[in-house]
């Protein structure tokens, strides 16, 4: 079982990482189907469920985020926290996600995203954000 989750693990890893092309359908459709499955077998894990949690986020955001530049502004920030979780650097990680909420943030105000997409961008932040606060 424990090898299975590790699978699972560094397949999320792979695929936050960038391992594929980053803006395709079909590895949107895959991150999350494997954020989903690593989410699940993570357990009391608190990398695996960060980890889990900043691929989630990942592909929401090259779900939702319809201008290339935007998400991939985005995207680069949330493989920055999940490079410093996999290093187990706890505060950068955590900065770096500050860093994606402020541009979230200014790309709602300035009309590029929608508040529908922030608000789904934001829930996904926190919740990475306190997966990430755990393993402290």
Same mark, same amino acid.
């Given at each position: 079982?424990?090898?299975?989750? /590790? ?6 890893? $792979? !695929? %936050?990482?960038? *391992? ?5 359908? +079909? ?33 929401? /955001? ?6 290339? $530049? !935007? %998400?991939?502004? *985005? ?5 920055? +926290? ?55």
């Amino acid at each position: 079982m424990r090898t299975s989750k /590790v699978v699972v693990a560094l397949l999320a890893i $792979g !695929i %936050a990482l960038g *391992l594929a092309s980053p803006i395709s359908g +079909a590895v949107a459709d895959q991150s999350d189907s494997t954020a989903s499955i690593c989410g699940e077998c993570c357990g009391e894990d608190a990398v695996c469920q960060a980890l889990s949690d900043l691929a989630n986020l990942r592909g929401s /955001v090259e779900e939702l985020v319809p201008d290339q $530049g !935007i %998400a991939n502004s *985005l995207i680069v920030k949330v493989d920055a +926290a999940t490079k410093s979780v996999v290093a187990l650097r706890i505060t950068p990680a955590l900065n770096q996600l500050d860093a994606f909420a402020n541009e979230v943030n200014a790309q709602e105000q300035s009309g590029q995203i929608s508040s529908s997409v922030s608000n789904v961008l934001k829930t996904r932040h926190d919740t990475a954000k306190n997966s990430i606060s755990n393993i402290r």
